[in-house]
């Protein structure tokens, strides 16, 4: 080989790797990454070398989005949120303590009965990741991220989780277990809610929380001084049982996702996007704009295009 094809082959792989470093150098910024995982939800949270990851989707299509927006050399995802146990939100993570470790995962402890889920489970256990089951007042910090859980409490577990011997101190925030309990209740209803601050900006991440649900919520963050959401992961693929006015209310004239697929339900459901429409809400959708990233410096918020 000539002397000048090795300096050409140097600079090629010399700018390769100034292309690479430029794509995925680490920023002051945060971005929440809406992944287009199909009829399921999956949310990549980023802030320099932190990872946080909001449920997994319904199969291994997450790892493309992973791969897409995480440096190749980053295997760890420093935390894991499971809203709750319907397969459309937990069967990727499967794939993701496969691929990435994980440093600690975040849901409640109501169990799927699948054995897909199961899986899951031993997967958990054997890779020693730490479970926390978390109740609302929990707050966890990386960097400029603070995440808060408001949903659910420690009152509500204690009153709809069945077991002979469910008392309210068992929810104290401290490790602990996937798929102890089991409840008569929707499994929709135990999503964990949480909020996310980064500067001047707030964002709501709401698993497939009910529109009751969601109106409480609503109530108890105006009670609280909280009168504005900048961005709201829209919850249940934007079905019927998302609609929530008081909560919308809050988030008028600001952004939200909703993570959705081809389906046979109706979903997004035309009341909700009137709803979000009609309060100068900026509606963005996986099935149309694919992932969708969001980014901000703590001052300002814009679409990555």
Same mark, same amino acid.
């Given at each position: 080989?000539?002397?000048?094809?090795?300096? !050409?082959?140097? $600079? *090629?792989?010399?700018?390769? &790797?100034?292309?690479?470093?430029? #794509?995925?150098?680490?920023?002051?910024? /945060?971005?929440?990454?809406?992944?287009?995982?199909?009829?399921?939800?999956?949310?990549?949270?980023?802030?320099?070398?932190?990872?946080?990851?909001?449920?997994?989707?319904?199969?291994?299509?997450?790892?493309?989005?992973?791969?897409?927006?995480?440096?190749?050399?980053?295997?760890?995802?420093?935390?894991?949120?499971?809203?709750?146990?319907?397969?459309?939100?937990?069967?990727?993570?499967?794939?993701?303590?496969?691929?990435?470790?994980?440093?600690?995962?975040?849901?409640?402890?109501?169990?799927?009965?699948?054995? !897909?889920?199961? $899986? *899951?489970?031993?997967?958990? &256990?054997?890779?020693?990741?730490? #479970?926390?089951?978390?109740?609302?007042? /929990?707050?966890?910090?990386?960097?400029?991220?603070?995440?808060?859980?408001?949903?659910?409490?420690?009152?509500?577990?204690?009153?709809?989780?069945?077991?002979?011997?469910?008392?309210?101190?068992?929810?104290?925030?401290?490790?602990?277990?996937?798929?102890?309990?089991?409840?008569?209740?929707?499994?929709?209803?135990?999503?964990?809610?949480?909020?996310?601050?980064?500067?001047?900006?707030?964002?709501?991440?709401?698993?497939?929380?009910?529109?009751?649900?969601?109106?409480?919520?609503?109530?108890?963050?105006?009670?609280?001084?909280?009168?504005?959401?900048?961005?709201?992961?829209?919850?249940?693929?934007?079905?019927?049982?998302?609609?929530?006015?008081?909560?919308?209310?809050?988030?008028?004239?600001?952004?939200?996702?909703?993570?959705?697929?081809?389906?046979?339900?109706?979903?997004?459901?035309?009341?909700?996007?009137?709803?979000?429409?009609?309060?100068?809400?900026?509606?963005?959708?996986?099935?149309?704009?694919?992932?969708?990233?969001?980014?901000?410096?703590?001052?300002?918020?814009?679409?990555?295009?």
């Amino acid at each position: 080989m000539s002397k000048l094809w090795k300096v !050409t082959i140097f $600079l *090629l792989l010399l700018a390769a &790797l100034v292309i690479w470093l430029s #794509v995925f150098s680490t920023s002051d910024n /945060l971005k929440i990454i809406s992944c287009n995982v199909g009829q399921g939800d999956s949310t990549l949270i980023i802030n320099k070398s932190i990872e946080i990851l909001i449920d997994g989707g319904p199969d291994n299509t997450v790892i493309d989005c992973l791969s897409k927006h995480i440096p190749f050399w980053d295997r760890t995802i420093e935390m894991v949120i499971l809203t709750h146990p319907q397969s459309d939100h937990y069967t990727g993570l499967i794939a993701v303590t496969e691929r990435y470790k994980v440093g600690k995962i975040l849901a409640n402890s109501l169990n799927a009965g699948s054995q !897909t889920y199961e $899986l *899951l489970k031993n997967r958990v &256990l054997t890779r020693g990741v730490d #479970v926390v089951n978390p109740v609302r007042g /929990l707050r966890v910090m990386y960097n400029m991220i603070h995440i808060d859980i408001l949903h659910p409490s420690k009152e509500f577990l204690a009153e709809n989780l069945l077991h002979n011997y469910l008392t309210m101190g068992q929810f104290d925030n401290s490790s602990g277990v996937l798929g102890a309990y089991t409840t008569n209740l929707d499994p929709n209803e135990f999503s964990i809610v949480a909020s996310l601050s980064f500067g001047s900006f707030k964002f709501l991440f709401t698993g497939d929380a009910g529109s009751e649900l969601l109106d409480s919520l609503a109530t108890t963050l105006s009670e609280n001084g909280i009168n504005s959401i900048n961005y709201i992961k829209i919850p249940h693929h934007g079905s019927r049982n998302s609609i929530s006015e008081k909560m919308y209310d809050l988030v008028e004239g600001g952004i939200a996702t909703i993570s959705v697929g081809k389906n046979s339900y109706g979903h997004p459901a035309e009341e909700v996007i009137k709803l979000l429409s009609n309060k100068a809400i900026k509606i963005l959708r996986t099935d149309t704009d694919g992932d969708i990233v969001i980014e901000t410096d703590g001052e300002r918020m814009w679409l990555e295009k």
